[in-house]
């Protein structure tokens, strides 16, 4: 089985935004499974959240087909009621983080990748930036 790892908000968004200095090793990542190396499982949250923030600098329509593209080499997680219920009830302050969080959790991920570590202070998966993830790679 291949490792399962969870892509934060914002590197989806460093992703399909080509957001330097941050593209690069996240589109290593991805290349990586597209290769089929390992999994990147992806909240709902982030594909709306992405979508807002892409279409305000491209055409809709161009951050839907994005978005389509890293569908296709990526999973997306279930965020569902008892998801929402431990985001609600987590001491994680922002809800957002939390339902981040459970969702990974929930989803059997191995490591949130983040470039906001101090929002998963509590998380008790390892949290590392995609860069960081790249060379704990290159250990093994």
């Not at 992405?50 to 329509?61: D, G, H, I, R, S």
């Not at 087909?65 to 929402?84: A, G, N, P």
Request: aromatic share 10%; charged share 30%.
């Amino acid at each position: 089985m291949s490792r399962r790892i969870f892509i934060d908000t914002n590197i989806l968004l460093d992703f399909l935004g080509e957001r330097k200095p941050f593209y690069d090793p996240i589109a290593k990542i991805a290349t990586l499974a597209e290769k089929v190396k390992l999994t990147m499982v992806v909240s709902p949250i982030s594909f709306a959240t992405v979508n807002y923030f892409l279409a305000k600098f491209e055409t809709a329509e161009i951050a839907k087909e994005k978005l389509r593209k890293f569908k296709i080499i990526s999973e997306i997680c279930s965020l569902d009621e008892q998801t929402i219920e431990k985001g609600l009830n987590s001491s994680i302050k922002d809800f957002e983080d939390a339902l981040q969080y459970f969702s990974a959790t929930v989803s059997d991920c191995e490591i949130i990748i983040t470039r906001n570590g101090k929002d998963f202070k509590k998380s008790l998966l390892p949290v590392m930036t995609a860069d960081e993830f790249l060379k704990s790679l290159n250990k093994k």
